[in-house]
């Protein structure tokens, strides 16, 4: 089956099968959140990003396996309220960003800054902080060696344009940031995985970043 990163709430899975690394995306809550398992293909260690909700429902798709690591993409409660079952039930190591970890109630064991490298297994993740949805947003770049780059960008940006900041300062540093760390950097080829909806690639947006500077959001 062909990966097109279309998930509901109550339906199934879907799955993005690279060479190195296994990502599974499952949309939970009544928000809709997008959550990403990471497995690496050649230890078979896995990763989740962002507990957001339904902790049965992320422990179903982790299995008996279980998990090393789960990473929080920011403080914003719709995203970690799993976080602390599904610790529990799997001893898994918490990372997330160093200026939101004090707004997330679950301990977290690794806090991580711009450029930090996040492991599963033999996959190599980069985290890139990103400012103004939250003090401590990050997103995680992977950068395939055997194809083009992929992005789990939390509420930072999505498809139609960057996420959700309540002052122009905000909105103009979270620009910034996509702008100098993301857009500027990464091939139109590379992959999105927001925190919530349908994916997206860097060429699709690019376009458009000019008009979400003009109308500040």
């Not at 896995?46 to 957001?52: E, F, N, T, V």
């Not at 599904?86 to 939101?100: F, L, M, S, W």
């Not at 002052?167 to 992959?191: A, Y």
Request: with cysteine; charged share 25%.
């Amino acid at each position: 089956m062909t990966y097109s990163g279309e998930v509901t709430v109550g339906g199934p899975a879907d799955v993005h099968e690279l060479k190195d690394l296994m990502i599974t995306k499952i949309a939970v809550g009544p928000m809709e959140n997008n959550a990403y398992l990471l497995r690496c293909r050649a230890t078979d260690e896995q990763l989740l990003i962002d507990a957001a909700n339904e902790a049965r429902t992320l422990l179903g798709m982790i299995g008996d396996d279980g998990i090393a690591s789960v990473v929080t993409t920011h403080r914003h409660g719709d995203h970690w309220q799993a976080l602390a079952e599904v610790v529990a039930a799997t001893g898994a190591r918490t990372y997330a960003g160093r200026e939101d970890a004090a707004g997330i109630p679950v301990p977290t064991d690794v806090l991580v800054d711009d450029g930090d490298t996040i492991r599963v297994g033999r996959v190599e993740l980069t985290a890139r902080h990103l400012v103004g949805h939250t003090p401590g947003s990050i997103a995680l770049v992977y950068d395939d060696p055997h194809g083009h780059p992929h992005v789990f960008t939390g509420d930072c940006l999505f498809p139609g344009g960057p996420g959700r900041t309540t002052r122009p300062e905000e909105f103009n540093s979270l620009m910034d940031g996509l702008e100098t760390k993301l857009f500027g950097i990464l091939p139109d080829e590379t992959w999105i995985y927001p925190g919530h909806g349908n994916d997206t690639t860097i060429g699709t947006e690019r376009p458009h970043l000019a008009e979400w500077r003009a109308r500040g959001w």
